[in-house]
């Protein structure tokens, strides 16, 4: 069971980086590898169910959780915020006249 376990990390880094350099999305690839991570974290546990076995798939779970909600949120050197909320919708919507967008009279 320990070789099954040392491919499927082995195959869990491959994929990773195939992911990433394929697609060019590293948060794909990291989730990928996570994935993957996590399922060898499982099957070492399944063939040694003791502390240590459990240890380690507790702490890539874990990890998984940590990084995947910290990949799900924009970064925050991107400056990415959402747009503040309008009062006067009026302007956003076309003039039926002249096709131009504005408020009718202003």
């Known amino acids: 069971m320990g070789a099954l376990v040392t491919a499927v990390t082995a195959l869990a880094l491959v994929t990773g980086v195939v ?5 060019g999305a590293l948060r794909t690839a990291v989730r990928v590898l996570l994935d993957l991570l996590t ?3 499982l099957l070492r546990l399944a063939a040694d169910p003791g502390w240590n076995g459990l240890a380690g798939a507790v702490a890539i779970i874990a990890l998984r ?3 995947g909600a910290a990949l799900s949120s924009p970064p925050p050197w991107s400056g990415r915020q959402s747009p503040a909320p309008c009062a006067d919708h009026d302007h956003h ?3 039926a006249s002249t096709g ?3 408020k009718a009279g202003g």
């Open 19 to 23: 992911t990433a350099l394929s697609t």
């Open 39 to 41: 399922a060898a974290g």
């Open 100 to 102: 131009e967008t504005g």
């Open 65 to 67: 959780q940590l990084l």
């Open 93 to 95: 919507l076309p003039l």
